[in-house]
């Protein structure tokens, strides 16, 4: 989150530029993908470019803001299948929703895997947290015997960021099919 929010409360008309700014990107980012214009993201919320950066002093701080709620669903519902009856099931199902989620808007898969691996950036802390909550998720489904027990969960998400690449990369007229490719990654985690 940028200084400005953290430090004191925002004024009433600085959040309704900061809330119309986080929607024009979303409906930018959903048309254009993640390397939509900032500058007519800031035009179409009616306010001027310095206004957008002293809210989001980058473009990973306005992503992780648009995908903020679609992140901490994602943390939760990791949470919620820790208690499913099948590891593997559960497992799959989070990275059903992990790949999904790296499909949002074009570019992301790209955007999402470099930032996992970049400390700084903006987008860090919430790819971190839905992977930790990946992690346990893992770990009981290689304590059960039902993944191999060498996947580390930063394999296992660029495993799942490459399944959600081709998925989305594929020919509107012909897509992948994400569970099928879905299937055969986790049919060649299994065990030996």
């Known amino acids: 989150m ?16 900061r809330d119309r700014l986080v ?12 390397a939509a214009s900032l500058e007519d993201v800031a035009a179409r ?4 470019i310095g206004t957008l950066y002293r809210h989001f002093p980058t473009r990973e701080a306005l992503l992780e803001e648009v995908l903020r709620e679609r992140f901490d669903a994602l943390g939760a519902t990791a949470r919620a299948l820790l208690d499913h ?6 497992l799959r199902t989070w990275a059903r929703g992990f790949a999904e989620a790296g499909t949002t808007f074009r570019g ?10 970049d400390e700084s950036s903006a987008l860090h802390a919430s790819c ?12 009981r489904a290689q304590r059960h015997g039902d993944i191999r027990a060498d996947l580390t969960v930063a394999e296992l998400t660029t495993m799942v960021f490459g399944v959600a690449w081709a998925h989305e990369q594929s020919p509107p007229q012909a897509p992948a099919d994400l569970d099928r490719l879905l299937d055969l990654l986790f049919d060649g985690l299994s065990p030996r």
Not at 45 to 48: C, D, E, H, K, R
Not at 108 to 117: I, P
């Open 2 to 17: 940028d200084r400005e929010t953290t430090t004191r409360p925002l004024r009433a008309d600085a959040r309704r530029n």
């Open 45 to 48: 919320a009616g306010v001027g």
């Open 23 to 34: 929607a024009e990107a979303r409906a930018a980012f959903d048309r254009d993908g993640v």
């Open 85 to 90: 009856a099948s590891p593997r099931a559960a």
């Open 108 to 117: 992301l898969t790209a955007a999402l895997s470099a930032t996992l691996r």
């Open 128 to 139: 971190a947290s839905m992977r930790a909550a990946g992690q346990a998720l893992l770990a």
